[in-house]
Antibody, heavy 117, light 109 residues
């Protein structure tokens, strides 16, 4: 089964960019059968799907409307991983962030990101 | 963005049957929403139980089943066990974007 390992800072200052990485083992980020998701969870917002990236002859992304103006999800084929970048963060973006596979059958370990000065 | 609705809480007796539902603000839930169901226990990441309305993962206990019921997606638990006490979330697909429901806290009592 695919395994996902997350990395990135647990503390981000307001107005800055939140960046997390999800390293993949057991599959290729470029697989034309795979899709790579980011999700977050907070007490105030519950579970929230943020976006996904996938390769089908070319790279494509889908993003949640709630964060569409601030989010970028990028693949890194050289390192077999994908990343989340969320800019202009506020304390409302404080949450546990997860990466997950196509059918959400494998999840990263979760990263608590706190937005605070 | 669509809003996905679930019962905030439900209670089932051990050995009993309960149905959790998942509705959409845009209208009836269909197979084209590819409904997903997740179970989450305290301190753990969500675990996928069902995808594409009714398809189970290899680890999904047989007592869980997914369906469409009365314009909603449904997760039925038949023969509830104490270990089924958890939060349950559905997710619906709206073309590209996906939206989670607010979750149902299931108590086995």
């Amino acid at each position: 089964q695919v395994q996902l390992q997350q990395s990135g800072p647990g503390l981000v200052k307001p107005s800055q960019t939140l960046s997390l990485t999800c390293a993949i083992s057991g599959d290729s980020v470029s697989s034309n059968r795979a899709v790579w998701n980011w999700i977050r969870q907070s007490p105030s917002r519950g579970l929230e799907w943020l976006g996904r990236t996938y390769y089908r002859s070319k790279w494509s992304n889908d993003y949640a409307i709630s964060v569409k103006s601030r989010i970028t999800i990028n693949p890194d084929t050289s390192k077999n991983q994908f990343s989340l970048h969320l800019n202009s963060v506020t304390p409302e973006d404080t949450a546990v962030y997860y990466c997950a596979t196509f059918y959400f059958d494998s999840w990263g370990q979760g990263t608590l990101v706190t937005v605070s000065s | 963005q669509a809003v996905v609705t679930q019962e905030p809480s439900l209670t089932v007796s051990p050995g009993g049957t309960v149905t959790l539902t998942c509705g959409s603000s845009t209208g009836a839930v269909t197979s084209g929403h590819y409904p997903y169901w997740f179970q989450q226990k305290p301190g753990q990441a969500p675990r996928a139980l069902i995808y594409d309305t009714s398809t189970k993962h290899s680890w999904t206990p047989a007592r869980f089943s997914g369906s469409l019921l009365g314009g909603k997606a449904a997760l039925t638990l038949s023969g509830a066990q104490p270990e089924d006490e958890a939060d349950y979330y559905c997710l619906l697909v709206y073309g590209g974007p996906r939206v989670f429901g607010g979750g149902t806290t299931l108590t086995v009592l």
